[in-house]
């Protein structure tokens, strides 16, 4: 084993994920004197995505059936290039394709896995890993096994700009292994189906998570939404129970948002949520809950009742209005 | 369709999370275990296709707290076989232990499809799902919100960031990560639950951990900067007073 660090480029429709380069900025920030930093691309014409990734050498695989994420081939491409390079750490992104990949990898190579990383800092010869558990409720630090380790991360320990480099890297492709053999295969994209408003361009939005407790109190919200103006949002428990479209989703497998106020009623802050809301110019935070993670993320914050506050809160926006 | 669903238990964060004295894990006596709330989708999920296109459900759990009351539920709900996996889980389980716990039924079982919850909260060590497919050499898709099953393959529904959803065909067997079920877990009034406990019994099966896979933490504690965000003060009124002024000063009212 040396010292590198191989990262797993994530894209998705020819698009670059910001989690690459929140990788690429840890590993810069980790990589001793002498490691190398190593990109691994996977796809089909898009070694110019190598462009602007901060690495020292980017291994770029082409294939026609790699145009798009195949979790099966992505895991086999990887665990190739692991038991060639011997990294001393992978890193993915802890997202819907990391996530797919990491486990399998580190079960076929036997090879530890820490996953929900937000951090890695050196500490002497050590590396440790912090990471957010239980909803973010607690942190968990510890020391990297001295072997070659799986990690997959969160976005938010890095600025994205530092996984960036002005400087081309040296790409060397790779040759394709067999892929006719594929058990996965994908047959379309689908886009988001009912978009009756595009969340992603509100300046307010009113958002609710499970503290809403029953479908019925979403009426409460929908009020506060109208009188202020604002729309109205979910976190996935509330969408997994039909309650509101998938379009009003805010999160890891939904829309990442960037509105002038958050207003999160009821929302604990788990970190599959908060790492699509922290590009928001204020968040407001209203939870039961006084050590709700939320509050770590919200610039205000009242434990009050969001079904007590919110009819209150309406009732003064409209009166604002009139005025 | 023979489906087996491995499910896992993870503390209830309604209640207070306290660290034991050795400050790298959770005190075991004071946690409230519940079933992981992605495994309740996919033990629906797996109900819903054997409703649909017939078939087993068999539900796999660890022995923790509750989960007598999590195997019954779900032979209320429809599954057909209930499993309870003994072994000393007084120090937790790691996800990769749990994974091999399950394992050799599953290779016993030699079952069409394993559904299982996308992720559990408390994991630190990756998802059950991808673990197993790779234990099994098996095909993986994970964040799955829809399934349909087809001749020796299934069709997936997998999310993606920004609302995008992709449409797989996965071959048989293969293990899938449910993130959401087609329909919300259904509620089974505790009448049925009942009827079942008298009815439907729970195996038995007893297994070692092997952690291997997993890290150790060293420190476990709650998030720095808890007090960032400014509290408002007052009741109701003059919350909603201060709200008004912040939401006018920052020109969204």
């Known amino acids: 084993m040396n010292q590198d660090i191989l990262v797993l480029v994530e894209q998705v429709r020819g698009q670059v994920a910001d989690i690459t380069y929140t990788m690429l900025a840890q590993a810069r920030q980790l990589a001793s004197a002498g490691a190398k930093i190593v990109a691994l691309l996977i796809g089909n014409d898009a070694e110019a995505l190598s462009q602007d990734l901060a690495a020292d050498e980017v291994l770029y695989v082409d294939h026609p059936a790699l145009k798009e994420f195949n979790g099966e081939a992505y895991a086999h491409l990887l665990a190739e290039t692991i038991t060639r390079l011997a990294p001393r750490l992978v890193l993915l992104g802890d997202t819907t394709i990391g996530a797919d990949v990491a486990g399998w990898v580190s079960a076929r190579l036997e090879l530890p896995l820490v996953s929900c990383c937000r951090t890695i800092h050196a500490e ?25 380790t799986v990690v997959t991360m969160q976005p938010g320990g890095f600025r994205t700009e530092q996984g960036r480099s002005a400087q081309p890297p040296h790409v060397a492709r790779l040759e394709p292994p067999a892929l006719d053999g594929l058990r996965i295969t994908l047959k379309q994209y689908t886009e988001p189906q009912g978009e009756d408003v595009d969340i992603t361009h509100q300046p307010l939005l009113v958002a609710v998570g499970r503290g809403i407790e029953r479908q019925d109190n979403l009426d409460v919200v929908q009020e506060l939404a109208d009188a202020l103006g604002g729309t109205v949002c979910a976190t996935r428990p509330v969408v997994d129970q039909n309650w509101l479209p998938t379009s009003r989703l805010v999160g890891k497998s939904g829309k990442t948002v960037k509105p002038t106020v958050y207003l999160a009623l009821g929302i604990s802050g788990a970190p599959e949520h908060c790492e699509a809301i922290t590009g928001s110019e204020m968040i407001i935070a209203v939870n039961t809950d006084p050590v709700a993670p939320i509050f770590n993320l919200a610039r205000y914050g009242t434990t009050l009742d969001l079904l007590d506050l919110a009819p209150v809160l309406a009732e003064k926006a409209r009166a604002v209005k009139v005025r | 369709m023979k489906i087996l ?11 207070e999370l306290v660290i034991d004295a050795s400050g790298d894990r959770l005190d075991p006596y004071s946690i409230r275990w519940k079933l992981n709330e992605c495994d ?11 409703e649909k296109y017939g078939g087993t459900v068999s539900v796999l759990a660890p022995d923790f707290e509750g989960v007598e009351d ?39 079982e ?41 001749d020796r393959k299934v069709w997936v529904r ?22 959401a079920a087609e329909t919300p ?23 070692d951990l092997d952690p291997a896979g997993g890290v150790a933490t060293r420190e476990l504690r709650p998030p720095e ?16 007073d201060q709200l008004v002024e912040i939401l006018r000063a920052q020109g969204v009212l």
């Open chain 2, 225 to 240: 900067g808890a007090t960032r965000a400014t509290m408002l003060d007052g009741d109701v009124e003059a919350v909603a």
């Open chain 2, 110 to 150: 030699k079952p069409d499809l394993v559904l299982t919850g996308v992720q559990a909260y408390s994991s630190m060590d990756g998802n059950v799902g991808s673990l197993l497919a790779g234990m099994l050499d098996w095909p993986y898709v994970g964040y799955v919100s829809g399934v349909k099953p087809g």
């Open chain 2, 185 to 207: 877990p259904r509620y089974v009034p505790i009448s049925k639950v009942r009827q079942v406990m008298k009815t439907c019994k729970i195996e038995e099966v007893n297994a």
């Open chain 2, 40 to 50: 309740d989708h996919a033990i629906e999920q797996a109900i819903l296709l054997k």
């Open chain 2, 158 to 179: 997998k999310d993606f960031p920004g609302g995008l959803t992709a449409e797989l065909e996965a071959q048989l067997p293969a293990v899938l990560g449910i993130q």
């Open chain 2, 70 to 108: 999590a195997l019954y539920a779900a032979g209320a709900k429809g599954a057909d076989r209930l499993v309870r996996l003994c072994a000393d889980f007084e120090g937790g389980a790691n996800t990769h232990a749990l994974a091999r716990l399950f394992l050799p039924l599953i290779q016993q």
């Open chain 2, 5 to 15: 669903v491995p499910v896992q238990f993870v503390p209830d964060l309604v209640e």
């Open chain 1, 124 to 148: 002497g010869g050590d590396w440790v890993f912090v990471s957010p558990v239980c909803g973010g409720k607690l942190v968990a630090e510890g020391v990297l096994p001295a072997q070659t």
